[in-house]
């Protein structure tokens, strides 16, 4: 499924969403290598948002671009007004994001021996121009939000069925205060 107003986009990325197709059943690594091949050419377009309907004013915004037509995987653009953030989360499938517009704050954590409570263990800025992503149960368990005053765009390629998961977290996690780190 392709929104209209983006049909020229699929076009121009036919070639790259075959790819993607082609390793979509593949092992995490391989996909993930192409989701970032092809996220670097979509970042570089001005236009990409051009036509596509807007986002949902208030909380993150997410819209589907393109979805392939066997359900392996889907582009997805997000829109993060001023202090939105998601859930200290991993993901049951492959997945790439590359921030299009603004900044975003992405903070990674390690999950502790009791596999239930995450600490902090980096943060990173990633500005416009930035491509990123990790294979299933890589044990990459991060959080992203939008410290900035102005709304950030994103956009993000997983490799999950919809039929199969609502979205593409498998679980979410609880941050360790400082007393429970260091007791």
Do not use: K
């Amino acid at each position: 499924m392709v929104h209209p107003s983006v049909a020229p986009l699929h076009a121009e990325l036919a070639d790259a969403a075959r790819e993607l197709a082609q390793v979509a059943d593949v092992a995490g690594s391989a996909f993930v290598a192409a989701a970032r091949r092809m996220l670097a050419r979509l970042l570089a377009r001005g236009d990409l948002l051009e036509g596509a309907p807007p986002a949902d004013a208030g909380g993150l915004g997410r819209r589907l671009l393109f979805a392939d037509p066997d359900e392996r995987f889907g582009i997805w653009v997000l829109t993060w007004p001023p202090g939105c953030q998601t859930p200290i989360h991993n993901h049951h499938c492959s997945c790439a994001f590359g921030i299009y517009r603004g900044r975003i704050d992405e903070i990674v954590y390690a999950v502790g021996p009791d596999s239930e409570a995450v600490h902090e263990s980096s943060r990173c800025v990633r500005d416009a121009g930035f491509v990123g992503g990790a294979p299933p149960r890589s044990g990459y368990v991060h959080e992203m939000l939008n410290t900035g005053n102005h709304a950030a765009v994103s956009v993000h390629i997983y490799a999950y069925r919809p039929e199969d998961h609502p979205d593409s977290i498998e679980r979410c996690f609880v941050r360790r205060s400082p007393r429970q780190e260091h007791p």
